[in-house]
């Protein structure tokens, strides 16, 4: 168990539908980043959270949005879900700011997200 | 924009042997980090190196930092089934607001 829970584990839907993933960071972490990783593009940087403030943006299609929450739990939306969607999504947390550069991210174990 | 390339792709070999994989940049890194990462998990973080030149062991792992900070090595003696995974290089970028990483390298040790 690495700290960071990710829920569900696994999720099938239908295209067009909305769904929302959810992190709890590792107890004491206030950052919080989004990956998507699928078998083509490898671990794509989705966003940045830290202590509820948005701090960076990657590849992120204006169809999903995050936000975190002041108990430091984020929420991935994800909306009109499209077949191409379909990918693990990563949560990871770290310590605050620089630190980050030598403790490194600890990641969940992810969400499958199955669009059919 | 700076890519991390890594190489090889793939990699299959028996256990015993040694490997080496590798990660390069069109420019320099700030810090770098590995990863490896199992099926059906996260990736877990195996090291950081940040000063060129550097040299980092954990058991029967050794990184290697170039000395212009632009490639990093990874090699792994007398490789075991349980050294099987996807190991990626990653960089921390924009003030340690971002970890982009490497396609990755898909290891198999074979019995």
């Known amino acids: 168990d690495s700290g960071v829970t990710q829920t569900p584990k696994h999720l099938i839907t239908a295209t067009g539908q909305r769904v929302t993933l959810r992190c709890s960071p590792r107890s004491g972490d206030l950052s919080v980043y989004w990956y998507q990783q699928s078998l083509d593009q490898g671990l794509q940087f989705l966003i940045h959270?830290?202590?509820?403030?948005?701090?960076a943006k990657g590849n992120i299609l204006e169809r999903f949005s995050a936000q975190q929450f002041p108990d430091l739990h984020s929420e991935l939306n994800l909306s009109s879900l499209e077949l191409g969607d379909s990918a693990l999504y990563f949560c990871?947390?770290?310590?605050?700011?620089?630190?980050?550069?030598?403790?490194?991210?600890?990641f969940g174990s992810g969400t499958r997200l199955t669009v059919v | 924009t700076q890519l991390l390339e890594q190489s090889p792709q793939f990699l299959s070999i028996q256990e015993g042997e040694n490997l080496t994989v590798y990660c390069n940049s069109s420019s320099v890194f700030s810090s770098l980090q590995w990863y490896r990462q199992e099926p059906g998990e996260g990736p877990v973080l195996l090291v950081t190196?940040?000063?060129?030149?550097e040299v980092k062991k954990l058991k029967r792992l050794t990184f290697q930092f170039g000395d212009a900070r632009k490639d990093s090595s990874l090699h792994i003696t007398a490789a075991q089934p349980g050294d099987t995974g996807l190991y990626l290089c990653a960089e921390i970028r924009m003030g340690a607001q971002k970890l982009v990483f490497g396609q990755g390298t898909r290891l198999t040790i074979n019995p």
């Open positions: 190196v940040v000063t060129g030149g």
């Open positions: 990871a947390s770290s310590v605050a700011g620089d630190r980050g550069r030598y403790y490194g991210y600890t």
């Open positions: 959270y830290y202590n509820g403030e948005e701090r």
